[in-house]
């Protein structure tokens, strides 16, 4: 089975410049971004080989203002969209479908901003 938040987490570094971890949000750097496998099952069924599965992503910056910033830019490249454009990562091909938009979490220890939203991913 793919590591899909590893890939996710790889994809966001490089596409996104944000410093993104798999299955954690380390205290360090302020910006990043944690991915992590949300149970529950997809919003889209089982089709012609691909394997639905929901990953929640949480962003976080030192303000508000950041936070939500870096979470819309995380968002558009983590969007299939309306076309249904494939997302290429280092595991193969993915659908990505928003299941609601970036939202505020919480303000962490530091008080960090955190947003957070989930996504079924297809692969």
Known sequence: MRDITAEIAQYLGVRGHIAAFA??????????AGVYEYP??????????????????????????????LAQRAFALLSSGPEETPVLLSGGAAL???????????RDNRERAV?????TALV
Do not use: H, S, T
């Not at 990505?96 to 919480?106: C, D, G, N």
């Not at 947003?115 to 996504?119: C, D, L, S």
């Open 115 to 119: 947003f957070f939203w989930n996504i």
């Open 40 to 69: 529950g099952k997809g919003a889209a069924g089982e089709g012609e080989g691909l394997y639905p599965r929901v990953v929640q992503l949480r962003v976080r910056a030192a303000g508000r203002e950041k936070a939500f910033e």
């Open 96 to 106: 990505f479908m928003p299941r609601q938009a970036p939202a505020m979490l919480e």
């Open 23 to 32: 299955d954690a949000l380390p205290d360090e750097p302020d910006e990043a």
